[in-house]
């Protein structure tokens, strides 16, 4: 059992990794029609992957080499293990039973971490001015995204006592739109809201890509970063974004369509397994692509006063709406 | 007690990405506030006005348009109109009429290239894109016009070198209608935008005193709500006859405000200004020659035997562009050619803009007076042992009156 779950492991691994970069070029394909540009062709983040891997891996001359060189490593791998406390379509998460969505933000965390830590390590400037500013976007969007997972892990707690509250499969196995009732789903709405605003902050995307903003601190936290670990840097981010959009496809659209078509067995897992892809490019699209191509680039206070106030409060009266459709 | 410093300085430049051109800042930052900045020039410098003086005149509006790479006709109208003045020629009106179209047509596709950049800089990369998009259509209008898209060769001392044909007229009422149109919509796109007005609103302001005490130019001055223009207050070619209101932004939002969203208010608003004279100079533009001398040899012999010498003030898409130049008898060279670009004049009021900026304004503010560095370096220091990067009053005055005796010799 452990050896098929090891082998999983390292395929789930080439898997996301794949889609992780070929969605990154749908997403610059469609970010370019909608600027009414042609766009770099689908597989460019792949020729771009590989250009980066045969470049010279640059460290800096008052860089923390060990540090430096690590964080790309760290951001990678915390991003591609999000994935294995994910269940995708209807197969479970490949180690659904050792961790839950605390964990699964736990992660999220790490993988913004590596690259503050990164930017420290770079000894540039422009660097230590971006990690300071990712750290402002991490305080700032934990709190309403911490009050949205627990208005969700609460509300499971009370209606199914009997199934993991926190677990990822129970959102999957009982969807929250057929089990609360009308305030319940105004509140869900309002916390499905708040987490989707937090994405592209969690994504460091247009509003929220303070940390690199190109024209005001020159990519800021990966200014130094060429080569290889630039390359690491670019595949995690393309996995994180399908982490992101894949978590809130669990919580919040985790409808199959092979009960649909009364399907079972292998196909039904194969159809649930594609359908959950689409899903997660859907979303994409929407929660990613369009916002980052509406909106300018706001301030880091600018932001931070965003997230403390009325998104916490959005989250907040979804939580406190919750809470009255379960106790009234 | 010493004084503790928790701050550190980020340079910006010479090559950064918000900069278009090499210039460089040192900013003293504590946290995300600016507490202070340094800015160096000199990095693009390339001895045009030096190589002039040892052209003609005629040879000389090439290198002028070549000063700029946005303003092709600016300078090169301004040094006609500096030489026209210091040898008396008298420019027919039909190519007064047809310099004024080219130079409202040029300071349209300016504009919409600054939006754009602000925009750009900011993050707003569609509106740069869909900016960008519909610019090309005045630039392909410029190629029709004059056989270039940039460094158009139009202008000829003593008038302009191609005529509008009636054909052409029609191209131009088309692309005018096409830019009003589209005036509203880019007005909603900027000036609507909830996080462009975020970003620009109340950052980088310029009060009014500042902007009349450190003599801004342009738009940013007229941002500013300081109603200066040259083409209001000492009209040159048609303008005299069309007549033009320096724009200031309380004609559209109500208020002065002077800050980069007030900057912006002030370009669009001139895009409208630019094709309101456009259509008024298609109408009025009367028939006739368009050149004072079409032979360049006897032009070249009048140059020769002329003396005197003469300023020429163009309002650019930037602001004032002023050009002197000097002849000396028995020479067709100019004797002394003086540039003194819009940027220059809008390099101090950048240091009050830059007052408790954060990190993040930086590049807007930078991008706010549209900033040619090519067009504002007009000396370097080259020193056989290193840089020295500042200059007293005295020294300088010392340097130029050594400068000024040296030229008056030749």
Request: net charge neutral.
């Amino acid at each position: 059992m452990i050896f098929l779950k090891l082998i999983l492991t390292v395929f789930l691994s080439a898997w996301v990794m794949f889609i992780g970069l070929l969605y990154k070029g749908i997403d610059r394909k469609i970010a370019a029609r909608l600027q009414a540009r042609f766009g770099p062709p689908i597989i460019q983040p792949f020729y771009d992957v590989i250009k980066l891997l045969q470049k010279e891996n640059i460290v800096p001359e008052n860089a923390v080499p060990w540090i430096f060189n690590g964080a790309p490593w760290l951001a990678l791998l915390a991003s591609i293990s999000l994935f294995f406390y994910q269940p995708m379509g209807s197969l479970p998460p490949i180690l659904g039973d050792r961790g839950d969505i605390i964990l699964i933000l736990y992660v999220f965390t790490v993988a913004a971490i590596a690259i503050v830590a990164g930017g420290f390590a770079s000894g540039s400037p422009f660097a230590t001015v971006g990690a300071q500013r990712e750290m402002v976007l991490l305080m700032s969007y934990e709190f309403p995204l911490a009050t949205a997972i627990i208005a969700l892990a609460w509300y499971y707690s009370k209606t199914f006592s009997d199934l993991p509250a926190f677990s990822l499969y129970t959102y999957v196995l009982k969807p929250i739109w057929s089990h609360v009732g009308p305030l319940g789903f105004l509140g869900m709405l309002l916390i499905m809201l708040t987490i989707l605003v937090v994405a592209p902050a969690e994504l460091g995307k247009i509003p929220f890509d303070i940390a690199e903003a190109e024209t005001e601190i020159a990519e800021g936290v990966m200014v130094e970063y060429s080569g290889k670990n630039y390359a690491l840097f670019y595949i995690a981010d393309g996995v994180k974004t399908l982490a992101m959009t894949a978590l809130v496809v669990n919580m919040f659209f985790p409808w199959n369509l092979s009960s649909f078509f009364g399907l079972s067995g292998v196909g039904a897992y194969l159809l649930d397994f594609i359908f959950f892809w689409v899903k997660v490019l859907a979303l994409l699209l929407i929660s990613v692509t369009l916002v980052r191509v509406a909106f300018a680039r706001l301030k880091v206070d600018q932001i931070a006063r965003f997230y403390w106030f009325p998104l916490l409060l959005t989250s907040m009266v979804g939580l406190l709406l919750v809470v009255c459709d379960k106790l009234v | 007690m010493a004084e503790i410093s928790y701050g550190y300085s980020v340079p910006i430049g010479p090559i950064h990405p918000a900069l278009k051109e090499p210039i460089e800042f040192v900013f003293d930052i504590e946290g995300e506030k600016v507490k202070g900045v340094k800015i160096y020039a000199g990095h693009a410098h390339r001895g045009i006005e030096w190589m002039g003086m040892r052209r003609n005149p005629i040879q000389n509006l090439y290198l002028a348009e070549r000063i700029c790479g946005i303003c092709s006709v600016t300078h090169a109208l301004a040094l006609a109109l500096a030489v026209e003045r210091a040898l008396n020629i008298e420019v027919p009106p039909r190519a007064q009429y047809i310099r004024l179209i080219v130079a409202e047509l040029e300071r349209i596709h300016s504009h919409l290239l600054w939006a754009g950049v602000a925009a750009h800089e900011v993050g707003f990369d569609s509106a740069f894109m869909l900016l960008w998009k519909v610019r090309e259509n005045v630039m392909d209008l410029l190629e029709k016009l004059t056989g270039n898209r940039v460094n158009y060769a139009i202008i000829q001392i003593g008038g302009v070198r191609r005529d509008i044909t009636e054909e052409l007229r029609h191209e131009i009422w088309k692309s005018l209608d096409y830019y009003r149109t589209l005036s509203e919509r880019i007005k909603v796109l900027l000036l609507e935008d909830p996080t462009f007005t975020l970003r620009t609103r109340d950052v980088g302001v310029l009060t009014k005193e500042d902007a009349l005490s450190l003599c801004a130019v342009g738009p940013t001055a007229r941002a500013s709500g300081v109603p200066k223009d040259v083409r209001q207050d000492q009209p040159y070619i048609a303008y005299a006859d069309i007549g033009v209101k320096a724009i200031t932004p309380d004609l559209y939002t109500g208020e002065v405000k002077g800050d980069v969203y007030d900057r912006t208010v002030v370009r669009l608003l001139e895009i409208d200004q630019s094709i309101d004279l456009i259509d008024k100079a298609l109408t009025n533009m009367p028939d006739g020659e368009i050149v004072y001398e079409k032979n360049l040899v006897k032009l070249l012999a009048l140059i020769k035997k002329g003396e005197g010498e003469g300023v020429g003030r163009h309002e650019a898409p930037r602001g004032e562009d002023v050009h002197y130049v000097k002849f000396v008898p028995g020479s067709e060279n100019l004797a002394v050619w003086k540039v003194r670009a819009p940027t220059y004049s809008n390099l101090l009021p950048w240091v009050p803009m830059f007052k408790d900026a954060e990190v993040a304004d930086i590049p807007i503010i930078v991008a706010s007076t549209d900033p040619c560095m090519s067009c504002l370096n007009r000396a370097t220091l080259v020193y056989p042992s290193g840089r020295k990067e500042v200059l007293t009053h005295e020294e300088l005055h010392k340097l130029s009156v050594e400068k000024t005796r040296r030229l008056s010799r030749r």
